[in-house]
């Protein structure tokens, strides 16, 4: 008889770690350190919120509780299946932050989006995070807007976020849900895209 293998929560955190879901490195132009999240990586089928909120007090607070700092969260190929923690942990999470780490998060920049994103924090974001830190998100459609708020050279973006950046390109819609994300082959760029045509791998 087959038995399933269960993660037990030592090794949930030990994967968090591993696969670089939260890391603190780099500054934004005031100066501040940026905790850097990329939610493709979240393994929401097996992370357990024990597991991560133990992660985040373990490793991350004591890391940002005493100067203010920015978040940098990449939206990127986050699907609701497979990298989505869902409501009920986010908020969890939320109430666990210390006070002070809550009061020096002065910035949230959120790259890449899109319409389901932006309707979920609409309808959502006020029930879930006071008003503070609701106030404080920045959408970010594409990378080049990043670099307004943040040094570039000093934070690593993986070579997926760049490529759904050019991709957005080509199909503009992609922003407003209007067109799937499916890959296929494109011709030239659309005229009505917001951006100039460009590979941030250049720059």
């Given at each position: 008889?087959?038995?399933?293998?269960i993660?037990?929560?030592?090794?949930?955190?030990?994967l968090?770690?591993?696969?670089?879901?939260?890391?603190?490195?780099?500054?934004?132009?005031?100066?501040?350190?940026?905790l850097?999240?990329?939610?493709?990586?979240?393994p929401?089928?097996?992370l357990?919120?024990?597991?991560?909120?133990?992660?985040?007090?373990?490793?991350?607070?004591?890391?940002?509780g005493?100067?203010?700092?920015?978040v940098?969260?990449?939206?990127?190929?986050?699907?609701?299946?497979?990298?989505?923690?869902?409501?009920?942990?986010?908020?969890?999470?939320?109430?666990?932050?210390?006070?002070?780490?809550?009061?020096?998060?002065?910035?949230?920049y959120?790259?890449?989006?899109?319409?389901?994103?932006?309707?979920?924090?609409?309808?959502?974001?006020?029930?879930?995070?006071?008003?503070?830190?609701?106030?404080?998100?920045?959408?970010?459609?594409?990378?080049?807007?990043?670099?307004?708020?943040?040094?570039?050279?000093?934070?690593?973006?993986?070579?997926?976020?760049?490529?759904?950046?050019?991709?957005?390109?080509?199909?503009?819609?992609?922003?407003?849900?209007?067109?799937?994300d499916h890959?296929?082959?494109?011709?030239?760029?659309s005229?009505?895209?917001?951006?100039?045509?460009y590979?941030?791998?250049?720059?």
């Amino acid at each position: 008889m087959c038995s399933t293998h269960i993660i037990s929560e030592a090794e949930q955190v030990q994967l968090v770690e591993k696969l670089e879901i939260f890391k603190i490195h780099g500054r934004d132009k005031n100066g501040r350190k940026i905790l850097r999240i990329i939610g493709k990586f979240f393994p929401a089928r097996i992370l357990g919120v024990d597991a991560l909120k133990s992660y985040l007090e373990e490793k991350i607070f004591p890391r940002l509780g005493k100067k203010p700092f920015s978040v940098l969260y990449v939206h990127t190929g986050v699907q609701r299946s497979e990298n989505f923690p869902g409501i009920s942990a986010l908020r969890s999470i939320y109430d666990v932050m210390p006070t002070n780490v809550k009061e020096n998060l002065q910035s949230v920049y959120f790259v890449h989006p899109g319409l389901h994103a932006r309707l979920f924090l609409a309808t959502f974001g006020r029930f879930l995070f006071d008003s503070g830190l609701y106030g404080k998100v920045r959408y970010l459609s594409r990378i080049g807007y990043l670099w307004d708020h943040i040094r570039r050279n000093e934070v690593e973006i993986p070579e997926f976020v760049y490529d759904h950046d050019e991709d957005l390109e080509y199909r503009p819609m992609m922003d407003y849900g209007l067109e799937s994300d499916h890959p296929r082959v494109y011709g030239a760029p659309s005229v009505d895209s917001s951006v100039t045509m460009y590979s941030t791998r250049c720059i």
